[in-house]
């Protein structure tokens, strides 16, 4: 009888032991390291078309000063170039002028027409 008490208890203890380490055991209090929380790749996107944003607002800036610049210096060569331009008509039209006035001055006179040159052709013909 005492082989089967001892194999009774025996029994019992397993079933005991089993039994404890098939319930759940509390869940320790330990401290856990902070989760480290990933920073968004789209908030890092974000960032960087931000400042390629703003890079090219300011190339643009700079680009619109340097074609603001060459507008001015174009104007002046503008203003320069039409003084020019006034100077040369005004020239011309002294020279075709001066021209006509000399041609009437040497121009022979014979039976009531002015002819220019040995070649007897009219100072009209010259004129036009």
């Known amino acids: 009888m005492n082989d089967r008490r001892e194999t009774t208890f025996a029994k019992s203890i397993t079933a005991t032991a089993f039994a404890q380490t098939q ?8 401290t ?3 989760k480290l929380r990933k920073v968004g790749t789209s908030a890092l ?3 960087k078309k931000l400042k390629r944003v703003n890079e090219t607002v300011l190339k643009l800036e700079q680009d619109c000063r340097d074609l603001l610049a060459a507008n001015a210096q174009l104007k002046e060569e503008n203003a320069h170039l ?3 331009l006034d ?3 005004t020239n011309e039209t002294q020279l075709i002028e001066a021209y006509n006035a000399g041609l ?3 121009a022979w006179w014979k039976d009531g027409v002015q002819y220019v040159g040995t070649c007897g052709k009219l100072l009209k013909d010259y004129l036009k």
């Open 23 to 30: 319930t759940k055991k509390p869940k320790s209090k330990k």
């Open 32 to 34: 856990r390291a902070p």
């Open 45 to 47: 996107n974000k960032q």
């Open 82 to 84: 039409n003084k020019l």
């Open 87 to 89: 100077a040369c008509v």
């Open 104 to 106: 009437s001055k040497f």
